[in-house]
């Protein structure tokens, strides 16, 4: 049975902002990389914005995250699994990322934040 889950399409100018956000805290503050890290901080209410990657395969990979995201009221998007990883800094794909301690990317966050609420209405 193929499984399949509601992605949005958040326009590109907020996904820039928030893998802007995502390299300044990077700098500044702290992030976690992979599914298992940004799973264990949303689930500890610790993460400010997750980004999830919209090009992961299998999907059920990262299929929970946008749950437990709403659950915890944690902000998410899609952004390439490539884009992730190197805002992240580690220069390979991975499936997921977070802020977890925002350093000077608080007013990046709460942009995008903002700009969240609009377009998952």
Avoid: Q, W
Wanted: include cysteine.
């Amino acid at each position: 049975m193929k499984m399949s889950y509601v992605k949005f399409e958040a326009p590109k100018e907020v996904v820039d902002k928030a893998l802007e956000a995502l390299e300044v805290a990077r700098d500044t503050g702290k992030v976690k990389k992979g599914t298992n890290e940004v799973t264990k901080a949303v689930e500890r209410g610790k993460a400010a914005l997750v980004l999830i990657g919209n090009d992961v395969t299998p999907p059920e990979i990262v299929m929970h995250l946008p749950m437990i995201c709403d659950e915890k009221n944690i902000s998410y998007l899609y952004a390439s699994k490539g884009d992730i990883g190197e805002a992240i800094g580690i220069h390979v794909p991975t499936a997921a990322g977070c802020i977890v301690e925002v350093g000077k990317a608080k007013d990046l966050i709460a942009d995008v934040v903002e700009k969240l609420k609009g377009v998952r209405k």
